[in-house]
C-alpha cells in the first residue's frame, strides 16, 4: 500500500533523514519508523547505529565515538580485502574511510553498503562509515571492497572504535534537546532549518506536521489513506528554535 502514498511521506521522511545532525546525517539503518495504521510515519532518526557517514560535531544523544586501533591504511587496485585484525573487547564498530579514484560500483563487506560512481562524474574525496562486526568478512578481522571492474583504484582506511550515546541537553525550562536514539525522542529535535542554520523544532509540532498525530487516531488503512488524500499535498513550516525553545533562528519545511 505504500506505492499509493502521498508525496509529502516520502518528501517528509526523506527531510527529516537529511535534517537531523547528530553526527551521522546519512544513516543506512537503524532509523527509527513510526507506523499508523497503513501509512508510514517518521519520527526521526536513531542516535546509535551502524554504517553511516561520519561528521565531526556530535548532537546531544548522538553516538561518540573512541579509536582504539591505529587505522589500517591500503592502495588498491579492483577487489581486495583489508585486514583489521582482531577486535579489542571495547569495539563496537569498525570505522571505514574510503575514496575511490575511478568510475563504477564498490561494495563494502557483507552489509550492503557500498559507493557508485558515475562515470564522468566528480569524486568528491573521501566518505566515512561505521560498520557493524557482522558487515565484515566471515571471522570478522578483515573487510573485502569490492570493485565492478578489476582496473579500479580506490584508497581506504579502517580502524576499530567504541561508540556511547551521549545524554541529551537540557534547556533552562526542563527541556530536553538532541536527537532521537534507543532512549526514545527528546523534546525538541534537532534539524536544520531551510535557511541552513542547525536548531531544534518540538516534538509535538513535527509530529503535527507529518501526520504522526494524525495516525494515533486511524483505525483503518482507509481512513490513513483519506488523510493523506486531504492533507498529503500541504506544506508545513514548522518553526526552528535554539536549544532554549524560546529563540526562532527559522523554518523546517515538511511537505512537497
Not at 493523506?228 to 514548522?238: D, L, P, S, W
Request: proline share 6%; hydrophobic share 40%; glycine share 12%.
Amino acid at each position: 500500500m505504500t506505492d499509493s502514498m502521498e508525496p509529502k511521506f516520502a518528501n517528509g521522511l526523506r527531510q527529516v533523514l537529511i535534517a537531523q545532525v547528530d553526527g551521522a546525517p546519512s544513516r543506512r539503518r537503524h532509523v527509527r519508523w513510526r507506523w499508523g495504521i497503513g501509512a508510514v510515519m517518521v519520527a526521526g532518526l536513531l542516535g546509535g547505529g551502524a554504517a553511516v557517514a561520519a561528521q565531526v560535531l556530535v548532537q546531544p544523544g548522538a553516538d561518540e565515538h573512541a579509536s582504539l586501533t591505529a587505522p589500517v591504511a591500503v592502495s588498491k587496485v579492483g577487489t581486495a580485502t583489508i585486514t583489521l585484525g582482531p577486535r579489542p573487547a571495547h569495539a563496537t564498530e569498525a570505522y571505514l574511510t574510503f575514496e575511490p579514484i575511478d568510475p563504477g560500483a564498490y561494495a563494502f563487506g557483507r552489509g550492503g553498503a557500498g559507493v557508485k560512481v558515475e562515470s564522468g562524474s566528480p569524486v568528491n574525496g573521501a566518505t566515512t562509515y561505521y560498520l557493524r562486526p557482522s558487515e565484515l568478512d566471515p571471522g570478522r578481522t578483515s573487510l573485502t571492497i569490492t570493485t565492478s571492474s578489476p582496473t579500479m583504484r580506490w584508497s581506504a582506511t579502517l580502524t576499530w572504535v567504541s561508540a556511547h550515546t551521549t545524554a541529551w541537553g537540557v534547556n533552562a525550562a526542563g527541556q530536553s534537546y538532541g536527537v532521537q536514539n534507543d532512549n526514545g525522542t527528546p523534546d525538541l529535535i534537532a534539524v536544520v532549518a531551510t535557511n541552513g542554520k542547525q536548531g531544534y523544532v518540538f516534538r509535538k509540532a513535527l509530529e503535527d506536521a507529518d501526520g504522526t498525530t494524525a495516525a494515533k487516531s486511524f483505525t483503518s488503512p482507509q481512513q490513513a489513506l483519506d488523510w493523506q488524500k486531504a492533507h498529503g499535498r500541504e506544506v508545513a513550516h514548522v518553526p526552528v528554535y535554539r536549544s532554549d525553545g524560546k529563540t526562532k533562528i527559522g523554518v523546517f519545511t515538511v511537505g512537497p
